[in-house]
């Protein structure tokens, strides 16, 4: 499974952080680097949001 959708269904909270752990093969730590990693790489575009009552 790719690690990007893994970190993605835990920030969605579809998996706790136990359940990503297991299914990337890390350890808690690890877990908290990627999960950091990964929000530093995404695009800004991820960051805003449109305000639809404009």
Request: with cysteine.
């Amino acid at each position: 499974m790719d690690k990007q959708k893994v970190i993605e269904a835990y920030r969605r909270g579809l998996i706790t952080l136990q359940e990503c752990g297991q299914i990337l093969g890390a350890e808690k730590e690890q877990l908290d680097k990627l999960v950091r990693a990964n929000h530093l790489r995404r695009p800004l575009s991820s960051f805003l949001t449109v305000d639809s009552h404009m």
